[in-house]
C-alpha cells in the first residue's frame, strides 16, 4: 500500500473507532496521521516479528490522548487484528485504553500525561550509543505540551549528550485543549528555539508525504553529533472539511451524521 493510501486508511479507522465508542480527540488524531502513516510504512526499523529485539527503532508517542491514530497504524502493519481493536478499544478491562498503552504490541511506552516522553527518549537514545546499537528514537509531540517544563530538560540534556540517534517529531498543529497555541502559551519562534539549544532542526509541511518521508530519511541517517528537531506543521481535523482547525474537535466524537459526512470526504466506499 502507498503511504497516501495508508494514511487515508488509517483516517477512517481512527474516525470508525471515534464514533463507536464515543471517544475524542480525532482532531489530533487526524493531524498526526501523516507523520505516523511516513514512519510505519516508510521509515521505522520494526515490525511485529521485530517487536522486542534490540535493535530495532522505537517510537515513543507522546500525544498518547490522539491513540487511535496509533492504534490504527499499528493494525495495518499487523501488530494485531482487526477484530482485536474493534471490540478491545475503550473497553473495560482491554489493554487497547484511550490513551497509548504499553501492554499493545508495538507500543513502546503508556502515555496522555504530557511532558514525559521526550525525557524517556533521551535515555532510550542515550543507552543506545553506549551500547553501540544501531536503533533510531523517534518521538512524537504534541505542540501544546512544550508548555511542559520537562521537555526543555530534554531538549538540553539531548543536545549535551549528542544524542544524533533522536529524532523529535512536533505535530504543529497549532490548537491545544483550551485555544490556539499562541493564545495559551505562545511557543514562537520555534524552530530558532531548538536552534538556539544545538539541535539541527527541519521545518516542513506535516502533510506533505513526499517532503515528510524525504525529512524523516534524512534525519533518521544524520548522525552528526546533534540531536535532530522535525515541526511538522499540520491541520488540527486534517481531512474532514468541518472538523480542520476546529477546537471542538478536540473533545466532540463524531455522532452518525458526522460519521457518514467525514466517510464521503474521505472517500469510503
Known amino acids: 500500500m502507498d503511504t497516501a493510501s ?13 464514533h463507536l465508542k464515543r471517544t475524542s480527540h480525532i482532531g489530533g488524531a487526524f493531524s498526526a496521521t501523516d507523520i505516523l502513516a511516513v514512519l510505519y510504512n ?22 498518547g490522548h490522539a491513540c487511535t491514530a496509533l492504534y490504527a497504524a499499528l493494525e495495518l502493519r499487523g501488530f494485531f487484528e482487526h477484530r482485536e481493536l474493534s471490540e478491545g478499544f475503550a473497553t473495560d478491562g482491554s489493554y487497547f485504553t484511550s490513551h497509548v498503552n504499553h501492554r499493545v504490541p508495538g507500543i513502546e511506552l503508556s502515555t496522555g500525561s504530557l511532558g514525559h516522553a521526550l525525557g524517556v527518549s533521551c535515555g532510550t537514545a542515550l543507552a543506545g550509543l553506549r551500547r553501540k546499537m544501531p536503533y533510531t528514537v523517534f518521538t512524537v509531540l504534541s505542540d ?6 520537562s521537555n526543555w530538560e530534554a531538549i538540553l540534556f539531548a543536545a ?14 497549532k490548537i491545544q485543549s483550551f485555544g490556539s497555541v499562541a493564545e495559551v ?9 531548538f536552534r538556539a539549544f544545538n539541535w539541527t532542526v527541519h521545518d516542513v509541511d506535516g ?10 530519511r534524512a534525519a533518521k541517517a544524520d548522525r552528526s553529533g546533534k540531536p535532530k528537531c522535525v515541526i511538522a506543521h499540520t491541520v488540527k481535523g486534517k481531512g474532514v472539511s468541518f472538523m480542520e482547525q476546529e477546537l471542538l474537535w478536540h473533545y466532540r466524537s463524531p455522532n452518525e451524521d ?10 469510503a466506499k
Request: charged share 30%; glycine share 4%.
Open 6 to 18: 495508508f494514511a487515508n486508511a488509517m483516517r477512517l479507522r481512527a474516525l470508525e473507532l471515534c
Open 207 to 216: 502533510h506533505d508525504i513526499e517532503v515528510l518521508s524525504k525529512t524523516l
Open 258 to 267: 458526522d460519521y457518514k459526512n467525514a466517510r464521503i470526504e474521505l472517500g
Open 42 to 63: 516508510e521509515v521505522l526499523d520494526i515490525a511485529p516479528a521485530t517487536v522486542k529485539t534490540p535493535s530495532r527503532d522505537r517510537l515513543y508517542y507522546s500525544k
Open 160 to 173: 549535551h549528550q549528542k544524542l544524533d540517534n533522536l529524532v523529535a517529531i512536533v505535530d504543529y498543529n
Open 185 to 193: 502559551m505562545n511557543l514562537e519562534p520555534l524552530a530558532d528555539k
Open 144 to 149: 501544546g505540551e512544550l508548555d511542559e517544563g
